[in-house]
């Protein structure tokens, strides 16, 4: 049984000690303890002593038996419904995370105003700005028509009492889950032990009386849930919506949800009337591109169900440091060092006096593996000097014994550039169902020694310096 007295709970992933130290054992963040003064009760664990001492017996049931699908309440906004897998599941609860001024108020009051219209009764609860503040943004979006119950409190008590008053909402929009506090729980707003106390209650109600739940939730600077990790195991969907600032692109990705898949996006523009659905990002990603430059290459990848194409942009540099820098915005460092070695001992080029700069064009984040070719090619052009063939696109996974590597739905990709205009495709050699190539010029490579032995095949002589690499294969 846990002992009585202050408790020290860890604001990063909520592990509580009884005495406070420098740094959380369990996710190793320093100075992250704050006292509170007790545990929270956890979820179906033992009780302290005046609890209860028998439990109540239920029916236990089997697999088998009558469960309809679940039904869905489809939010009107066609790239939300996309990532939600197919709309809202009543009596669910979803969290949407993202950096502040991404854009959640505005999706969320967007989808609200879009449930309202069609004769639900859809509840928008704002902790963080007043109802002027709220009713100001939705006038400039033109929604002010919609019949949304709006409301600026952070009582999770005062909230659940409103709630059950009148009609059953069919949402309800808790924005933030930071800033609600209940009264049940002694701690301090924002500390992890309010915010789970806040969501435990907030989520009962959305489980008994069957209203579609959506919390906000914010993101520290890594990009985790800030706080409440905890409350990602309690909900049953995940979503983070994500952009660069200096972008009007944003992309809403599922990273957990229990009534669909999580690898679809749903991409979105900022515009000055609230966020516009983008029906064809690879068009957007591909805008104003600068084809006669080295060092670029179109990456044809897939997003869930959905075909995407985009730039890949690659910068490699003679360094003037001992260490040679590597940067990457929108793929994973790591597997970029991959690739690096893998040209290096496999494509005979020399990239250890080379600084590695790599982007992906757009604001997108691109985790499959199929861009390794992608990669690869960007980086080849830039070292060489080469400009890769403006109506080619890249995709394939590179091993680290060098070879290209088949990956799926290739006829999907194929037929994604053709749409758009692309004339040929560098694809692995094996792999078969490219279909009819979308009548695509195909060009099968087996190895990352083919790659480099082509790029620099057509790169211009003695660029400063760097002798065209040979494949030594
Ligand atoms: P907001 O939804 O408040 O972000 P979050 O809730 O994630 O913190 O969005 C704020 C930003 O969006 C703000 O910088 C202004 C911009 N914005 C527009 O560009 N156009 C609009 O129509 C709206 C409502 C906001
Ligand atoms: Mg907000």
Redesign the pocket.
């Given at each position: 049984m846990a002992k009585r007295g202050p408790t020290y709970t860890c604001q990063a992933c909520g592990a509580v000690y009884h005495r406070w130290q420098g740094k959380c054992d369990a996710c190793g963040t320093w100075s992250s303890l704050s006292e509170e003064a007790q545990a929270a009760p956890v979820p179906g664990g033992g009780r302290a002593s005046g609890g209860r001492a028998r439990g109540r017996i239920f029916a236990l049931e089997s697999l088998k038996g009558e469960t309809q699908d679940a039904p869905r309440i489809v939010s009107g906004i066609g790239e939300l419904d996309r990532v939600t897998g197919g709309g809202f599941v009543p009596g669910s609860v979803l969290l949407i995370g993202?950096d502040?001024?991404?854009?959640?108020?505005?999706l969320l009051m967007q989808a609200c105003a879009a449930m309202a219209l069609t004769g639900r009764r859809v509840v928008y609860v704002s902790g963080e700005e007043s109802t002027s503040q709220v009713r100001l943004?939705a006038q400039?979006?033109g929604l002010a028509e919609a019949a949304v119950d709006l409301a600026a409190e952070t009582n999770v008590e005062d909230i659940i009492a409103t709630l059950g008053q009148g009609e059953r909402p069919a949402l309800v929009v808790i924005d933030s889950i930071q800033t609600m506090w209940s009264g049940e729980v002694e701690s301090a707003p924002g500390t992890v032990t309010q915010v789970r106390g806040s969501a435990q209650a907030l989520i009962r109600y959305a489980k008994t009386s069957g209203a579609c739940l959506i919390l906000v939730g914010h993101v520290t600077k890594d990009g985790q849930i800030a706080g409440p990790r905890v409350v990602e195991h309690m909900v049953d969907a995940v979503l983070s919506f994500e952009g660069e600032g200096a972008h009007a692109f944003r992309i809403l990705r599922g990273q957990k949800n229990r009534f669909g898949a999580t690898d679809e996006i749903g991409v979105f523009e900022?515009?000055?009337?609230?966020l516009a659905e983008v029906g064809n990002p690879s068009a957007l990603f591909l805008a104003g591109r600068d084809q006669s430059a080295p060092g670029a290459a179109v990456l044809a990848g897939m997003e869930g169900t959905r075909p995407v194409l985009v730039e890949i942009q690659a910068l490699v540099s003679p360094t003037a440091l001992g260490t040679p820098r590597r940067a990457v915005v929108g793929w994973d460092t790591s597997r970029l060092a991959m690739v690096l070695a893998v040209l290096e001992t496999h494509g005979g080029l020399k990239l250890g006096q080379h600084d590695v700069y790599l982007n992906v064009a757009g604001g997108l984040r691109v985790g499959e593996p199929a861009a390794d070719l992608a990669v690869a090619a960007a980086l080849v052009s830039s070292l060489t000097g080469a400009v890769l063939p403006a109506g080619a696109v890249y995709f394939g996974e590179i091993a680290l014994s060098g070879a290209i590597r088949p990956v799926s739905v290739a006829a999907a990709r194929l037929r994604e550039a053709a749409k758009l205009g692309f004339g040929s495709a560098v694809l692995p050699a094996g792999g078969a169902d490219t279909g009819d190539g979308g009548g695509l010029g195909l060009k099968r490579l087996g190895h990352v020694g083919e790659l480099v032995a082509e790029i620099a095949a057509t790169a211009p002589r003695a660029r400063s310096g760097q002798r065209a690499p040979q494949a030594d294969r």
């Open positions: 993202g502040p001024g991404i854009g959640k108020s505005t943004r400039r979006m900022m515009t000055g009337l609230g």
